[in-house]
């Protein structure tokens, strides 16, 4: 049988062998109605409002992160004695891991308030699904082992750690990919010396590192807080992100009122805006294709608010982001509004606030002593192992990052920087 290649612009050629039974498995995965679905959805949602080269899709993500799942077991196996079922569920939950997705990956999920995590649970339970049958036919029990991967319950755990955890093939993969395809360097690190410097601890089961992949995994950490401070917390990603949502606020209020011209019911898209339950099959039917029909539709709308708020989008058209700085009080809230508000936008969808959090490293977060939560490097003569912000300095220097913005049109952006200004002030005097 011949052999199966995938061009992918971040790791040249992922070859499977269709010969091999394992590899057939992973080839016919891919050819899943349901992983298809997936090049329909970009990795960075409206990140190519902000860098145009970002049109990246979870598909070519995935696979890239079933390849290097491939590279971490087999780097592993010259070590250590790895079965051939955890290789399958490794490789095969790396792949599929992405699954749950809905339109623009994560920006929805705050409007429809699911996690994705769950519905690729369920699309690899749902015996409809192309992808739990061609699991079920390799191995009955091969989707309840996955979605055991998921929830952190499957054994031997360092596979779970593998798919999912702070040094895990996902993010090994979407950091160096999202900065090339973005063209921000910020996510760059070592991978070839994080992947050799893998080990795994038989006695407590889980994944260490290497004493000579220390400054490998401190870059690799540096690269995710540098990517989450100039790219995924973008200020115009983020600002395009609150167009978005305030349009979608405004549809489920107007499909309540019975006042949306263009609208589908009974539609996956529009039962989950309403907080109704979707089937599998009809969730699988929602791709990035949905959401940009419906806003094309919505700009030409009689409702005023919800045409100009698609058309903005549309068009790129978008709101400011303005750093907020110190906490405001009540008081600057209310003068905003009137501002949003004497210049004809309706504060609801004009005035939004921003604020998000990421924390690089999660050691002082997590419980203790939680193998899963922590990365552990090896120490000292005796190959034993020390959680990294013990023995690094660089890990300890990672505190958490905060926005905290408004966004507003750029019609009154002006007058809202003044605001702040304004009240940055009053706060100071008060002091």
């Known amino acids: 049988m011949p052999q199966r290649n995938y061009r992918d612009p971040l790791h040249n050629i992922i070859s499977l062998d269709e010969s091999v039974h394992e590899d057939r498995l992973i080839v016919d995965l891919i050819d899943s109605a349901e992983f298809q679905r997936l090049r329909r959805i970009r990795q960075l949602g409206l990140a190519m409002y902000t860098y145009q080269g970002a049109e990246h899709s979870r598909f070519t993500h995935s696979l890239g992160v079933m390849h290097v799942m491939t590279r971490a077991m087999n780097l592993l196996s010259s070590r250590h004695d790895i079965s051939d079922e955890a290789r399958v569920v490794g490789r095969a939950g790396a792949l599929l891991h992405d699954l749950g997705h ?5 920006v929805l999920e705050k409007v429809f308030c699911f996690h994705h995590e769950e519905w690729t649970r ?20 091969l989707p309840e082992k996955l979605a055991s991967l998921y929830q952190h319950t499957y054994s031997p755990a360092f596979v779970s750690q593998l798919v999912s955890s702070q040094l895990d093939c996902d993010r090994m993969d979407y950091l160096l990919r999202d900065s090339l395809m973005t063209g921000a360097k910020y996510g760059m690190y070592d991978l070839e010396w994080v992947l050799h410097a893998l080990r795994i601890d038989e006695d407590r089961d889980h994944i260490y590192v290497d004493s000579k992949g220390l400054y490998a995994v401190e870059e690799y950490l540096q690269a995710r807080y540098y990517m989450f401070r100039q790219v995924y917390f973008h200020r115009t990603l983020r600002s395009a992100e609150a167009v978005l949502i305030s349009t979608l606020n405004r549809a489920r209020l107007l499909i309540e009122r019975g006042n949306l011209r263009f609208r589908m019911p009974g539609s996956a898209f529009e039962k989950l805006l309403l907080g109704e339950q979707a089937s599998t099959g009809e969730y699988l039917q929602l791709d990035d294709t949905d959401l940009m029909f419906r806003l094309k539709e919505w700009s030409r709308d009689d409702d005023e608010i919800i045409a100009d708020l698609a058309k903005r989008l549309m068009d790129r058209r978008l709101f400011k982001a303005i750093d907020l700085g110190a906490d405001v009080s009540e008081r600057f809230w209310s003068a905003a509004a009137e501002i949003v508000h004497r210049a004809g936008f309706d504060p609801r969808y004009y005035l939004i606030t921003d604020r998000a959090a990421d924390i690089p490293y999660y050691g002082d977060y997590s419980p203790a002593g939680d193998p899963k939560s922590l990365i552990y490097i090896e120490t000292g003569l005796q190959a034993s192992t020390r959680e990294i912000s013990e023995v690094s300095e660089v ?26 200004s304004e009240h940055a002030g009053l706060a100071q005097n008060a002091d």
């Open 122 to 141: 369920r699309i690899v339970l749902d015996d409809t699904t192309e992808v739990n049958q061609i699991l079920r036919a390799f191995d009955k029990q």
């Open 102 to 106: 809905g339109p623009l990956s994560h």
């Open 395 to 420: 890990v300890r220097g990672m505190h958490a990052y905060r926005i905290d913005r408004v966004c507003v049109p750029s019609e009154v952006a002006d007058e809202i920087s003044l605001l702040i």
